[in-house]
């Protein structure tokens, strides 16, 4: 089982719906976790850190379930500039920092 | 903008060379890592650094080394190309006490 797990995709969907990505990770001892968005052909940008109580902001809201060992992504209203990869990041007790290969997103007018 | 500045940004070797490839960090930020992302793949963690030793190291063979200097600059050497290490090349830097990264624009090495 891969470290960190998350669909390619690509999701292709209408601009003003919501969409929501998983991933998944197999090192029950993660410490953090983090949602990042790159944009073609640029450098990796922190979205949002994602909390055990869950995280919200604006649009996006972020959720850990450590028992079944997933973070989530929900993205509502989508926008055209939301297309982009989206990328699931976990860090380690060991400080290994660990990303998903990444979900890409296409929004569509 | 990060803040944090790479060079060169694209760089074109042959296999068996060796290359250097440099990031500079925010003021403050003590910790580096570095990352190797090939096309269509997530960034692969090759080590990182904080207050110029080594503490953390992915699946990456001896001939990637790397230094970081007192001002907390940071070098990625890889020795030996090979094809496969043709990849864009990420440093991303922190403060030691804050989990957020802050990635440069990266280097795009070919290997031909």
């Known amino acids: 089982r891969k470290e960190v797990e998350q669909d390619p995709g690509p999701f292709n969907v209408p601009e003003g719906a919501t969409v929501a990505f998983n991933c998944t990770y197999s090192?029950?001892?993660?410490?953090?976790f983090f949602w990042y968005r790159q944009d073609c052909r640029k450098e990796p940008k922190l979205l949002m850190s994602v909390y055990s109580s869950g995280n919200e902001d604006g649009r996006f809201t972020a959720q850990l379930n450590r028992a079944s060992q997933y973070i989530s992504l929900l993205i509502r209203d989508s926008k055209l500039s939301d297309s982009a990869t989206y990328l699931c990041?976990?860090?380690?007790?060991?400080?290994?920092?660990?990303f998903g290969k990444g979900t890409r997103l296409h929004i569509l007018p | 903008e990060t803040g944090v500045t790479q060079s060169p940004t694209h760089l074109i070797k042959t296999r068996g060379q060796q290359v250097t490839l440099r990031c500079s960090s925010q003021?403050?930020?003590?910790?580096v890592s570095w990352y190797q992302q090939a096309l269509g793949q997530g960034p692969q963690f090759i080590f990182q650094?904080?207050?110029?030793?080594?503490?953390g190291r992915g699946n990456f063979p001896p001939r990637f080394s790397g230094l970081q200097f007192p001002n907390y600059s940071s070098e990625l050497n890889v020795n030996a190309l090979e094809l496969d290490d043709s990849a864009l090349y990420l440093c991303a830097t922190r403060d030691g006490n804050l989990n957020e990264q802050f990635f440069g624009p990266g280097t795009r090495l070919t290997v031909l």
């Open positions: 650094y904080y207050r110029e030793e080594e503490n």
């Open positions: 090192n029950s001892a993660s410490q953090s």
């Open positions: 003021s403050g930020h003590n910790t």
């Open positions: 990041v976990v860090n380690n007790r060991d400080d290994k920092i660990i």
